[in-house]
């Protein structure tokens, strides 16, 4: 018997924990029987050194990208709407397979669907490759018979998810470029160039103007007690990532973002576009609304937002409209709330929330396309403060020290 770590959804909500099996298909079962649909099935430390070999194999493999699962939706929607049965689908896309890993994985689907298991649950055993939205999104496919139009859904997602990952990293080079610049700038200055010019200056037993005593003393810092100042950095990181890694953390530091300057407004509106194309893809699939919310605060790439989103099913149970618990949230501007009116009074909420989805996205995309000229008046002020300190640092004992040369 091996022990497997599990994650799932009950009437309860969410449910996690561990339990002891053959295999993840015996825990599945075991899950499915006790009213529980299975999410994540992962074998834990113990069960996995049964299989020593296959996981230092797994280890020296690619991982399994976005990418991969795009291709592997798109793919797949083609093969099953052409009326190809499924587990020769699969079996044609684990041979045109690139990535070795996601052919493995492919392979083990293939294995427990022959078994008689659900896909869903075939891929919920797969360690995290399907998260949990992509998982419960092919259950209502399962469920409601219309599989690859839910594969074609889960494909225009994920494209989507990559389109709004790609934009931001777009937009944070240049700035991450300059600061990178000017802290190895700053670096070289400290441990190079200040300490022989503060010698030189030295032996002519001038006293040095204040700018050059500060340029000194961070020299001096840096030089003996960077390792200290490194050593606190390292230790910061590590104590704030266990902190995050809690809940309580998680969340704090979630909204702690949202309040950001610049990228705090961008992270939101960017969060609501995935949960409103989340929310309407759910809604289109047949998913009802309290379980389309339960499944969607799931995906939410952030804490605090998903704690209004569960606050908004939990409106939506007492018997609320999504209007009035998307107004309790407090996290939709007033546009947005009127979209929805309209949507509840025509039956269409799935629609508009795909309207939403698009208008947070043209505004995220308008966002980051003006996100470096916003931040580039900060930058110009922050290296011209820079400049300044060291040209006054520099040139000023040099006019002392021609002075003191011409006595001399």
Known sequence: MARFAYTGRAASGHVSGELDGADATAVATLLMSRGVTPLQIAATTSASDTRAGGGALALLQPRVQPADLMMFSRQLHTLLRAGVPILRALAGLQDSAVNQRFKQVLANVRHSLESGIELSICCAQQGGV??????????????????????MRLFKHIEFEQFMRQQVRSALRYPAF???????????????????????????????PLATRILVASSNFTMHYGWLLAGSSVAGFVVLRRWIAQPAGRQAWDRLVLRLPLAGRIVQKATLARFARSFSLALKSGVPIEQALTVVSQTVDNAWISRKIDAMREAVERGDTILRAAIASGVFTPVVLQMIAVGEETGAVDELME???????????????????QIEPVLIVFLGVLVLVLALGVFLPLWDLGRVTLKN
């Open 178 to 208: 300059v600061v990178l610049a000017m802290m190895v700038a700053i670096g070289v200055i400290n441990t190079l160039v200040v300490p022989a010019f503060a010698d030189v200056f030295k032996s002519f037993g001038a006293e040095l």
């Open 130 to 151: 399907f998260d949990n939205f992509y998982v419960s999104m092919v259950r209502v496919g399962e469920m409601t018979g219309r599989l690859d139009d839910v594969f």
């Open 355 to 373: 309207e939403i989805a698009e208008l947070y996205n043209n505004d995220v995309q308008y966002e980051l396309k003006t996100l470096s000229q």
